[in-house]
């Protein structure tokens, strides 16, 4: 008589437990991975950068529609007195190397680039608007993005995984929906006087807004966050003086001053002053890249706030739009991207903890650690 087989009729429920088993694991992996308590302050602090330039945008609006003030160079004059008075003055007081005095003498003319970069950044976007559409700034405004990251693979050694490529890509139809929800909610009302020289001026600002970003990205991870928002309000209060008193003069002249003008003005300032004091925290602890992916959804509460203010038609693509970037956004952060910095680096000692995600990484190597002592 043959002896009963092992696979007999009990066995496809033990491979249906272990199959069950596999799957809850996975799930358990996935969620451990993508919800950590670094990828939640991470989407928390990225969401607050885009809440100031939501306030930057509501702010500048206002007086654009209801008082007829449109001067970008002056706001930013502003902010860029405030970062002077705070902290270039912080740098005029320390010693050593980190001296105000001592920095100039060495890296002046980085500098002064640095700070060009930054303010027309800031001016040429604000200046498309005139010429070309709505749907090509939002749109075209992401061509930082691949730039970016160009400039990161060259500059910062940064080398990106399959992961990250295909996160960029989710945002970026997370934007896609964005536009898509605009046309249909009836947003695209102004052809533009030059598309084409708008959308010149828009690849133009967000070029320069990658460049500055990766300066800031090297300068907070390898030197000092007081040294690069003190130059950048040194530099930037000097440049954008002197194009403010070129270009807006008039402007500046023709403006009705009252009380709730100048609140505006100080909302502005404030919004603007908190994102360039509090961007650098969170470039130290990931990356330039991922900031610029989470502040995506500054347009969508833009939007979501000119419902009640200017009267804007909701759509649900909105939502969906806010779904899909912070989805991109999320796997994104969820690895971490590798630093390959070369053998005979010329780049200067690091000072601070200079790693991409470096809460995610910090993490990682816990739970390698803790894999091996069990």
Same mark, same amino acid.
């Given at each position: 008589m043959?002896?009963?087989?092992p696979?007999?009729?009990g066995?496809p429920?033990?491979l249906?437990?272990?199959?069950?088993?596999?799957?809850?694991?996975?799930?358990?992996?996935?969620?451990?991975?993508?919800?950590?308590?670094?990828?939640?302050?991470?989407?928390?602090?990225?969401?607050?950068?885009?809440?100031?330039?939501?306030?930057?945008a509501?702010t500048?609006?206002?007086l654009?529609e209801r008082?007829k003030?449109?001067?970008?160079?002056?706001?930013?004059?502003?902010?860029?007195?405030?970062l002077?008075?705070?902290?270039?003055?912080?740098?005029?007081?320390?010693s050593?190397?980190?001296?105000?005095?001592?920095?100039?003498?060495?890296?002046?003319?980085?500098y002064?680039?640095?700070?060009?970069?930054d303010?027309?950044?800031?001016?040429v976007?604000v200046?498309?608007?005139?010429?070309t559409t709505?749907?090509?700034v939002?749109?075209?405004?992401?061509?930082?993005?691949p730039?970016?990251?160009?400039?990161?693979?060259?500059?910062?050694?940064?080398?990106?995984?399959?992961?990250?490529?295909?996160?960029?890509?989710v945002?970026?139809?997370?934007?896609?929906?964005?536009?898509?929800?605009?046309?249909?909610?009836?947003?695209e009302?102004?052809?533009g006087?030059d598309?084409?020289?708008g959308?010149?001026?828009?690849l133009?600002?967000?070029?320069?807004?990658?460049?500055?970003?990766?300066?800031?990205e090297?300068?907070?991870k390898?030197?000092?966050?007081?040294?690069?928002?003190?130059?950048?309000?040194?530099?930037? +209060?000097?440049?954008?003086g002197?194009?403010?008193?070129?270009?807006?003069?008039k402007?500046?002249?023709?403006i009705?001053?009252?009380w709730k003008?100048a609140?505006?003005?100080?909302?502005f300032?404030?919004c603007?002053?908190?994102?360039?004091?509090?961007?650098?925290?969170?470039?130290r602890?990931?990356?330039?890249?991922?900031?610029?992916?989470?502040?995506l +959804?500054a347009d969508?509460?833009?939007?979501?706030?000119?419902?009640?203010l200017?009267?804007?038609?909701?759509?649900?693509?909105?939502?969906?739009?806010?779904?899909?970037?912070?989805?991109?956004?999320?796997?994104?952060?969820?690895t971490p991207?590798?630093?390959?910095?070369?053998?005979e680096?010329s780049v200067?000692?690091?000072?601070?903890?200079?790693?991409?995600?470096?809460?995610?990484?910090?993490e990682?190597?816990?739970q390698? +650690?803790?894999?091996?002592?069990l």
């Amino acid at each position: 008589m043959e002896a009963d087989s092992p696979a007999g009729p009990g066995a496809p429920e033990p491979l249906a437990e272990g199959a069950a088993g596999d799957f809850s694991s996975l799930l358990r992996r996935i969620k451990g991975k993508l919800f950590t308590w670094n990828i939640l302050k991470t989407i928390a602090l990225g969401q607050m950068l885009s809440l100031c330039i939501c306030g930057t945008a509501i702010t500048s609006q206002y007086l654009a529609e209801r008082y007829k003030v449109n001067t970008p160079m002056l706001q930013s004059f502003i902010n860029y007195c405030l970062l002077f008075l705070i902290y270039t003055v912080m740098l005029a007081f320390r010693s050593g190397s980190d001296n105000l005095l001592v920095i100039l003498k060495r890296k002046w003319w980085k500098y002064i680039l640095l700070g060009l970069a930054d303010v027309e950044a800031n001016y040429v976007i604000v200046r498309a608007y005139q010429y070309t559409t709505l749907t090509s700034v939002q749109l075209l405004d992401c061509f930082g993005i691949p730039v970016l990251m160009a400039l990161s693979w060259f500059i910062l050694h940064a080398r990106y995984r399959v992961i990250h490529f295909i996160a960029v890509a989710v945002c970026l139809l997370g934007v896609g929906t964005m536009v898509g929800a605009d046309i249909l909610a009836g947003r695209e009302d102004n052809s533009g006087s030059d598309v084409l020289i708008g959308d010149i001026l828009v690849l133009l600002g967000a070029s320069l807004y990658a460049i500055s970003n990766v300066c800031e990205e090297y300068i907070v991870k390898k030197l000092s966050r007081q040294e690069f928002l003190g130059m950048v309000g040194l530099f930037g +209060t000097i440049i954008s003086g002197i194009q403010l008193l070129i270009v807006e003069y008039k402007d500046i002249a023709s403006i009705h001053w009252d009380w709730k003008i100048a609140l505006l003005f100080v909302a502005f300032a404030l919004c603007m002053f908190c994102l360039y004091s509090f961007m650098p925290l969170v470039i130290r602890v990931t990356s330039a890249t991922s900031v610029n992916l989470g502040i995506l +959804t500054a347009d969508l509460y833009s939007l979501f706030v000119g419902l009640f203010l200017f009267g804007y038609k909701f759509s649900g693509l909105y939502i969906l739009s806010f779904t899909v970037i912070m989805v991109g956004f999320i796997l994104y952060c969820s690895t971490p991207t590798r630093t390959a910095e070369p053998a005979e680096s010329s780049v200067p000692p690091v000072t601070s903890i200079g790693i991409d995600n470096l809460g995610l990484k910090l993490e990682e190597n816990l739970q390698e +650690t803790h894999s091996a002592v069990l």
